[in-house]
């Protein structure tokens, strides 16, 4: 077999089939035989030589979800937001963009993985906290915030929101989703992060309806 001259494309056709098959069949319901007999033209020793697992396939594909929906590049353009300003916004956006509705409706229970939720851990911290980072430090800057540890306040908002607030991986009905969407409200204005406000709660709110209704036609 000739020597693949351009493994990024490869790699890329994998990723492309990969979340095709998740977004219209689930995670548990698509195998790496699927993704290989939808690619037509690559072998399973072609496809392991790009990802060694089914969980590496999966950590890819959310890694591309997070970046093509990522809320945080949307609203670095605003620049007509204040600190505070910016960090609604993208709070608002990551819980009503289309590829958030997505990714949960094609796989609601990967992140019972261990290494999964390891991983997302790590992106928290790594990629999305220094985002909101920056966004409390230009509220510091601007007067808007009045925060004394914007690092540590942006690693726990990142952490709160993606993890104990996610309703994939804790399951709960509404009354109880709202109760702790109410608590983190409380927890952030009392360190000077007033981030959710009327609106916001009514937005989690319907995110989370819909996250109930998805399941049940599931």
């Known amino acids: ?16 089939t990969a979340t095709k098959l998740f977004l219209e069949k689930g995670w548990e319901q698509t195998t790496i035989q699927n993704i290989v007999d939808e690619l037509g033209d ?24 997070a970046l093509e929906n990522n809320p945080f590049e949307k609203t ?5 937001l204040n600190g505070l300003e910016k960090l609604k916004s993208a ?19 990967i992140l019972k993985s261990p290494q999964i939720i390891a991983n997302q851990l790590k992106d928290c911290i790594n990629t999305g906290a220094p985002d909101i980072q920056s966004f409390i430090e230009e509220g510091v800057m ?18 709160l929101t993606n993890i104990w607030l996610s309703p994939i991986i804790f399951s709960v009905d509404t009354e109880e989703y709202m109760k702790k969407v109410k608590h983190l409200q409380e927890l952030f204005n009392g360190i000077g992060l007033p981030i959710i406000d009327e609106e916001i709660l009514r937005v989690l709110e319907t995110f989370h309806k819909e996250i109930c209704n998805l399941n049940r036609l599931s």
Do not use: C, W
Request: glycine share 4%; hydrophobic share 35%; proline share 5%.
């Open 42 to 65: 690559l072998t399973r020793g072609a496809f392991y030589h790009h990802f060694n697992s089914k969980e590496d396939i999966i950590n890819a594909v959310l890694d591309r979800l």
């Open 142 to 159: 601007d007067g808007s915030l009045s925060i004394h540890y914007p690092k540590q306040a942006a690693e726990t908002l990142m952490l």
């Open 1 to 16: 077999m000739p020597r693949n001259k351009h493994p990024e494309i490869t790699e890329q056709r994998i990723l492309d």
């Open 91 to 109: 709070l608002m956006l990551s819980f009503t963009n289309e590829g958030q509705l997505d990714a949960i409706k094609s796989i609601p229970t």
């Open 76 to 80: 670095k353009k605003m620049t007509e």
